[in-house]
C-alpha cells in the first residue's frame, strides 16, 4: 500500500489506540446519543413486525471517534411499509431513493434515511446497479463494500451485529472485503474507488488480495457512470490525505481507466531534473497546496476542491509537449495551454460542472505567469494584467503557485518565496491605490456612446477595450482624460 511519510507518526500512534476495547468503549457513548435521536423510531417498526439498524458509516465513525453526520438504518420492511411508518415518526418524509429501496424522513433536526435490505449487482453490459431485496441484516451486512462498514447495531436495544468482523479490521486500521474481493467488485465496481476514498478519509491500509483484486478488475470500472466515478473521485480529494488515495488509484491502474493523464506523468522527467517524475512533482504540490489552504475566514477555506484539482492535473500538458533540447535538455513548451485544454476535456468527461471545469483549466493555464517575476522584474501594467486575468481565481493562483516550487535548492526555493512575497506586496498596494478589485476604464459603455455618439455595436466593443488597455498600462485615469483620448483614438482611426 503507497503511503507518504507525513503522517506516518500519527498513523502509527493511532494504530497502537486502536483495540478492539478501546474501539467499543468510544462508541458507547455515541450510541446512546444516536438511539435519544431516533426514540420511538425503533419501538414503530418493532410493533410493526420489523427489523430496523444503524448500519454501515455511521457505526464505523463512532467507534473512531468521529462526527456521526448521517444516520443511515438498514430494514426488513419494504419502502412502502417504511414509509408509512416513518410517516407517523417523523415530520415530514421523501422517496427520492424509492428505486433503491430508500426512503427519507426528518423529526426536528434529526434526518434518517431507511433502505430495505438489499444487495447491488451490475449486469457486464449496465451502468446502473441491480437492485434486489434481502431479508436479514446479516446477508445485507454480508454484501456490503468492506467490512468496517458491515456493522450495525439494531434499535432500540442497542444490540451490536458484526458478522464479518469489521470491528476486528477497524482496530487493525486495514480495508477488506465481507466476501472475496474478486465477487465483491464485480458486484460493484465502485467499490474500487472507494478504497482509495477510504483509504484517503481513514488513512488505513488496503489488504494485499484487495489491491490485487482492484488491479485485476481495474478495466470493469468502465461500466459505472461518470457521475459515481467522478462523486468517488471527489470525496477522496477532499479527504484529509488525498494523496493516499491517488497513489492507490494510480498503482492499481484505476486512475489508467478514470484519469489516464496522472499516470501518464509518471513517465516524465521535469525540465530541471529536480524530480524522478512529474507525477511524484504534482503530488507534492498537492499536498503544499492543501497545507496553504485557509481556515473558514480565510481566502481558500479548505478543503477546496478546485484548488486540489489544479495543483494534481497543473503539469498533464508535460507528456504532450515534451522536446529534447541540444545539450540534453527536455523542455515542455506551452504545456500550461495545452494542460488546460487536456484537463476541461477530461473533467468534463467526469461530468464536473461548468464552473469547477471553467475555474480549473484557468488556474492550470496561468500557473506559470509568475516565473521570471523575479529576474526580469514587472511593470505596473504587468501586474494589473496579472490580477485581471486571474480574477476571482487570484487567491487560488497565489497558493498554486507558491505549492509549485518543489525544488530541493533551498536557495532558489527562498528566492521564488522572496519573489512572490513581492508581488504580493505589489499587488496589495495597486490594489489600495487602484481599486484593483473592480478594475476597469473610467467610461461604461453608455458613456462611450455618448461620448462618440454611436449606437450599440461591435465599435463600442473596441472603444472599452482600448480604454481597458489604457487603464491596465496607464493606472486610473479621470474622466476628462479618458474622454480626450478615446476622441483622440476614434480620429486616428478616421
Not at 444487495?119 to 456490503?144: C, F, I, M, N, Q
Not at 504534482?282 to 475566514?297: H, K
Not at 509568475?370 to 494584467?385: C, E, K, L, P, Q
Request: with cysteine; charged share 30%.
Amino acid at each position: 500500500m503507497p503511503s507518504t511519510s507525513r503522517d506516518d507518526l500519527a498513523r502509527a500512534r493511532a494504530a497502537s489506540e486502536r483495540t478492539p476495547a478501546h474501539l467499543m468503549r468510544t462508541a458507547l457513548d455515541v450510541f446512546a446519543e444516536v438511539a435519544g435521536e431516533l426514540a420511538g423510531l425503533g419501538d414503530a417498526f418493532v410493533a410493526a413486525g420489523h427489523e430496523i439498524a444503524l448500519v454501515g458509516g455511521p457505526v464505523r465513525d463512532a467507534f473512531l471517534g468521529r462526527a456521526i453526520t448521517d444516520l443511515d438504518l438498514t430494514t426488513s420492511a419494504r419502502p412502502e411499509e417504511s414509509e408509512r411508518i416513518l410517516a407517523r415518526w417523523g415530520d415530514a418524509t421523501w422517496d427520492i431513493g424509492r428505486a433503491f429501496g430508500t426512503i427519507g424522513a426528518r423529526r426536528g433536526d434529526v434526518v434518517v434515511e431507511v433502505t430495505t435490505y438489499r444487495s447491488e449487482t451490475y449486469d457486464p453490459a449496465s451502468r446502473k446497479p441491480e437492485v434486489a431485496y434481502g431479508d436479514t441484516l446479516e446477508g445485507d451486512l454480508v454484501r456490503r463494500d468492506f467490512r468496517v462498514n458491515a456493522m450495525a447495531v439494531r434499535l432500540p436495544d442497542l444490540t451490536f451485529v458484526d458478522p464479518c468482523g469489521g470491528l476486528a479490521d477497524l482496530a487493525e486500521g486495514v480495508l477488506r472485503t465481507p466476501s472475496t474481493p474478486e465477487r465483491s467488485f464485480t458486484d460493484d465496481p465502485l467499490r474500487m474507488m472507494r478504497a482509495a476514498r477510504f483509504s484517503a478519509q481513514l488513512g488505513f491500509d488496503v489488504a494485499p488480495e484487495v489491491m490485487t483484486a482492484m488491479s485485476a478488475l481495474a478495466d470493469r470500472l468502465a461500466i459505472v457512470s461518470a457521475e459515481r466515478v467522478q462523486a468517488e473521485l471527489v470525496k477522496t480529494l477532499l479527504a484529509p490525505n488525498p494523496r493516499r488515495g491517488i497513489e492507490l488509484l494510480v498503482e492499481t491502474g484505476l486512475a489508467a481507466v478514470v484519469l489516464p493523464e496522472l499516470p501518464a506523468m509518471q513517465l516524465e522527467i521535469d525540465e530541471h531534473h529536480r524530480h524522478k517524475d512529474v507525477y511524484a512533482h504534482s503530488l507534492t504540490v498537492l499536498d503544499q497546496a492543501i497545507d496553504l489552504e485557509t481556515g473558514p475566514d480565510g481566502p481558500v477555506p479548505g478543503p477546496d476542491l478546485v484548488l486540489r484539482l489544479a495543483a494534481l492535473l497543473h503539469d498533464i500538458g508535460k507528456p504532450a509537449t515534451r522536446r529534447n533540447e541540444p545539450g540534453g535538455r527536455v523542455s515542455f513548451h506551452h504545456h500550461e495551454i495545452v494542460g488546460a485544454k487536456l484537463a476541461r476535456k477530461r473533467l468534463k468527461a467526469l461530468a464536473f460542472d461548468k464552473a469547477t471545469v471553467s475555474d480549473v483549466s484557468e488556474l492550470i493555464a496561468l500557473h506559470l505567469r509568475f516565473h521570471g517575476y523575479g529576474d526580469a522584474g514587472w511593470t505596473d501594467s504587468a501586474v494589473r494584467r496579472y490580477v485581471t486575468d486571474a480574477g476571482p481565481l487570484l487567491e487560488r493562483l497565489h497558493r498554486l503557485t507558491r505549492a509549485d516550487c518543489t525544488t530541493r535548492n533551498r536557495r532558489k526555493a527562498d528566492r521564488l518565496s522572496h519573489a512572490y512575497d513581492d508581488l504580493e506586496e505589489r499587488i496589495a498596494a495597486l490594489a489600495e491605490a487602484e481599486s484593483l478589485a473592480a478594475l476597469r476604464p473610467a467610461l461604461d459603455g453608455r458613456e462611450i456612446m455618448a461620448v462618440l455618439g454611436l449606437r450599440p455595436g461591435p465599435e463600442v466593443g473596441e472603444a472599452y477595450r482600448y480604454l481597458m488597455e489604457l487603464r491596465l498600462d496607464e493606472g486610473e485615469l479621470s474622466r476628462e482624460d479618458a474622454e480626450a483620448r478615446l476622441r483622440a483614438w476614434w480620429a486616428e482611426r478616421g
